[in-house]
């Protein structure tokens, strides 16, 4: 019960919704950067919303399954291909056994995710799945998926199938995964104070191309704080908005470190953190002010129509 990884993509690596309750130790949290588009996959194919899956970043790769199985792909839009099948982006799709899945690039958005039925069988470290780069563990030996690579796939749902089947129905990503150039991007209010706080709001912030899963390094007007201090090592995590000296601010992501020097000049909220993932090298982002209460109603908004995706997937395959 494997999938065997014939062409490896760009990046693509073993996440779930990472590990929490370490950052205290100095163990940072990785996981999925599109949360929303993971759990949608996960719960199109009958998984929880937080069960391993795989991030594609860019450019996918090309598998193949020795057995039947039930996939959803979602995110980014990314091309996929069974033969010469184009598989659709938001759907549950049954593949019988021996199907080889070609994924090309993403021609809009940055990351793409896979998720098949049960999930795929990691052992966890810290009570995740999920692929942590630089300390090296856990996903497929701490690493990117490479040619040859074979993960097994964990006990699911079987589909008795001889060709690909589409499901009719689909998920709609719209409006928590609008695409649209450039990304609008809620900021709640940092720690640290700017010397001209209106800049940060009315500038369209280019996206580096050394932007990786630890965060995306801004471009644009250089702001300076009001009171410029010392540098003290403090807490920060997934949505913390650095200002390094130079001024140009670094957001970061899931592979976050969990302490960190530069002034914290805002904190992105979590409800946008899927459209932060999809943000490619070049592309712009306008950050807008937010309250606490506004994040929080965004947030919980965002959780109750992943549930009721979740109801409704369970009745259809009731039915």
């Keep these: 019960m494997n999938m065997e990884v014939l062409e490896p993509g760009l990046l693509t690596t073993v996440q779930d919704c990472g590990r929490h309750g370490y950052r205290h130790l100095g163990v940072g949290q990785s996981g999925v950067l599109d949360s929303f588009s993971a759990a949608v996959a996960n719960i199109l194919v009958g998984n929880s919303p937080g069960s391993p899956l795989l991030e594609m970043t860019l450019r996918g790769p090309v598998v193949r399954f020795s057995v039947p199985v039930r996939i959803a792909i979602c995110g980014a839009g990314i091309d996929a291909h069974c033969g010469d099948l184009v598989l659709p982006l938001w759907r549950r799709i049954d593949l019988a056994a021996d199907?080889?899945?070609?994924?090309?690039?993403?021609?809009?958005?940055?990351?793409?995710?896979?998720?098949?039925?049960?999930?795929?069988?990691?052992?966890?470290?810290?009570?995740?799945?999920?692929?942590?780069?630089?300390?090296?563990?856990?996903?497929?030996?701490?690493?990117?998926?490479?040619?040859?690579?074979?993960?097994?796939?964990?006990h699911g749902l079987r589909p008795d199938c001889a060709e690909p089947r589409i499901a009719r129905s689909w998920a709609n990503p719209s409006p928590e995964l609008d695409l649209k150039e450039p990304a609008l991007v809620r900021?709640?209010?940092?720690?640290?104070?700017?010397?001209?706080?209106?800049?940060?709001?009315?500038?369209?912030?280019?996206?580096?191309?050394?932007?990786?899963?630890?965060?995306?390094?801004?471009?644009?007007?250089?702001?300076?704080?009001?009171?410029?201090?010392?540098?003290?090592?403090?807490?920060?995590?997934?949505?913390?908005?650095?200002?390094?000296?130079?001024?140009?601010?670094i957001l970061l992501l899931a592979d976050a470190q969990t302490h960190g020097g530069y002034p914290r000049i805002g904190h992105s909220i979590r409800a946008d953190w899927p459209r932060l993932a999809q943000l490619r090298p070049g592309e712009r982002v306008y950050f807008v002010p937010c309250t606490l209460e506004q994040a929080a109603s965004l947030w919980r908004s965002q959780q109750q129509g992943l549930a009721r995706l979740a109801i409704a997937v369970s009745q259809a395959d009731q039915a």
């Design 187 to 249: 900021l709640l209010p940092g720690s640290d104070q700017l010397a001209d706080g209106d800049v940060l709001h009315a500038t369209a912030w280019t996206i580096g191309s050394a932007s990786n899963r630890q965060g995306l390094r801004l471009s644009g007007a250089s702001l300076r704080l009001r009171q410029p201090r010392e540098a003290i090592s403090e807490p920060v995590m997934p949505g913390t908005l650095q200002l390094p000296a130079d001024g140009n601010p």
């Design 99 to 154: 199907s080889t899945l070609r994924f090309g690039a993403c021609r809009s958005g940055a990351r793409a995710y896979l998720a098949v039925n049960g999930g795929f069988e990691i052992n966890p470290r810290l009570g995740s799945a999920s692929t942590d780069l630089r300390a090296g563990f856990p996903g497929l030996a701490g690493r990117q998926l490479q040619a040859g690579d074979r993960v097994r796939l964990a």
